[in-house]
């Protein structure tokens, strides 16, 4: 079984940062990809980017040259570098990991409000 904590998100202006983390419990199998998702109200969930533990990303159109997502293997953990935020980047963002997707497991959940 995987168990995702997730911290750092918050409200911040447009134009800001923030730096999400996720620490991942679980085996390197259940665990070798891992990524971020946001839903936003009344929106599905989407991806916004992903890691596997090679090292191989994958970014949503919307956040490419603003976020980067990283990781530490070693401790497990994945990490989101937001810059510029927008109005719009406001949403519920999740933790994800799996082995071949990383939307096998689910953490909680951080709230991100951007303000304009």
């Known amino acids: 079984q995987v168990q995702l904590v997730e911290s750092g998100g918050g409200l911040v202006q447009a134009g800001g940062s923030l730096r999400l983390s996720c620490a991942a419990s679980g085996t390197i199998f259940s665990t070798n990809a891992m990524g971020w998702y946001r839903q936003a109200p009344g929106k599905q969930r989407e991806l916004v980017a992903s890691?596997?533990?090679?090292?191989?990303?994958n970014y949503a159109d919307s956040v490419k040259g603003r976020f980067t997502i990283s990781r530490d293997n070693a401790k497990n953990t994945v990490y989101l570098q937001m810059n510029s935020l927008k109005p719009e980047d406001t949403a519920v963002y999740y933790c994800g990991a799996g082995r071949y997707s990383s939307g096998d497991y689910w953490g909680q959940g951080t709230q991100v409000t951007v303000s304009s």
């Open positions: 890691r596997t533990r090679a090292g191989t990303t």
